[in-house]
């Protein structure tokens, strides 16, 4: 894998060509280059992290295009067509976590471990309201600045949260590959 082109910041995997920098990280494929070109695994929790920012924002954009697309152009009352857009947003969410973000999963059965999946997203959203009334009426924030802080602690409660509770691995199981794709 290591050869002289792949000193002057070109990696290559046994899917893709990769143009970086000497030295540079690139958290979405989990591997650092070294000056010699050479590759190794990075922090996974760096990772992870990485990774559900970018499912975050594919969750967003379901659930805002969604809930545009039904308002707009199907003509559904805006307060279904918003449960219906945050449904399938946490659902993007969910599997995509599963596939591509976390590697260990706590529990074995689907159901549960959805159900947990939603109510630690369901305690995130009323974080964001308690949040974003608090910093608007007592702090007086902007309403957009309070969602903006409230956003990044409601990432960080989400992120953390799921970590612990539903994808880590338990103190003597061997590592899980459950539910990845062998492609990713």
Not at 71 to 86: K, M, P, Q
Request: some cysteine; charged content about 10%; glycine content about 10%.
């Amino acid at each position: 894998m290591c050869s002289g082109w792949a000193e002057e910041g070109c990696a290559v995997s046994h899917h893709v060509l990769s143009v970086t920098l000497p030295g540079a990280t690139d958290l979405f494929s989990g591997r650092d280059v070294y000056k010699q070109g050479c590759r190794r695994l990075t922090d996974p929790l760096s990772r992870e992290l990485m990774r559900y920012m970018v499912v975050g924002g594919l969750a967003s954009l379901v659930d805002v295009g969604l809930l545009v697309g039904l308002t707009t152009w199907v003509g559904v009352y805006y307060l279904h067509a918003a449960t219906i857009a945050l449904c399938c947003g946490l659902l993007t969410s969910y599997m995509l976590s599963i596939a591509w973000v976390f590697h260990e999963r706590t529990w074995h059965n689907p159901w549960v471990e959805f159900g947990l999946f939603t109510l630690i997203s369901g305690i995130g959203l009323m974080g964001n309201g308690v949040c974003m009334w608090f910093l608007t009426e007592y702090a007086n924030l902007h309403y957009l600045c309070s969602k903006m802080v409230a956003a990044l602690c409601v990432f960080l409660w989400n992120f953390a949260a799921k970590k612990c509770v539903l994808f880590h691995r338990s103190p003597g199981r061997q590592p899980s590959l459950a539910g990845r794709s062998l492609w990713l």
